[in-house]
């Protein structure tokens, strides 16, 4: 049974930090795409940052220079470094799974590719 447990949220000024994190069971977050999307009110569910089974990266370009996605294969968990945030950054943020499929990497906004996702975790952001 695959179990993504999401940590980290909270109410911060803008400008703050937080770091979420991304605790999984059930699979090994190393080999899969592990990525962290976000949904702000009345808005779609939006892609912020990637990182591959090889550990590379990338990023929305509204978070880009600002957010820093990590992983740490012993704790099999997944991490999202927030810095200098934006009242528009306030969403609730999950944590998606992604297939370890041929052609994933070619399209991972695509909501409906992932196998698994966290419950969320809400990120207000005051300004």
């Known amino acids: 049974q695959v179990q993504l447990v999401e940590s980290g949220g909270g109410l911060v000024q803008a400008g703050g930090s937080l770091r979420l994190a991304c605790a999984a069971s059930?699979?090994?977050?190393?080999?899969?795409?592990m990525n962290w999307y976000r949904q702000a009110p009345g808005k779609q569910r939006e892609l912020v940052a990637t990182?591959?089974?090889?550990?590379?990266?990338n990023y929305a370009d509204s978070v880009r220079d600002r957010f820093t996605i990590s992983r740490d294969d012993a704790k099999n968990t997944v991490y999202l470094e927030m810095t200098s945030l934006k009242a528009e950054d306030t969403a609730v943020y999950y944590c998606?799974?992604?297939?370890?499929?041929?052609?994933?990497?070619?399209?991972?906004?695509?909501?409906?590719?992932?196998?698994?996702w966290g419950q969320g975790t809400q990120v207000t952001v005051s300004s």
């Open positions: 998606a799974v992604g297939p370890i499929r041929p052609g994933f990497w070619a399209r991972p906004d695509n909501i409906a590719a992932y196998d698994y």
């Open positions: 990182i591959t089974s090889g550990g590379s990266t």
């Open positions: 059930g699979i090994i977050v190393s080999i899969r795409p």
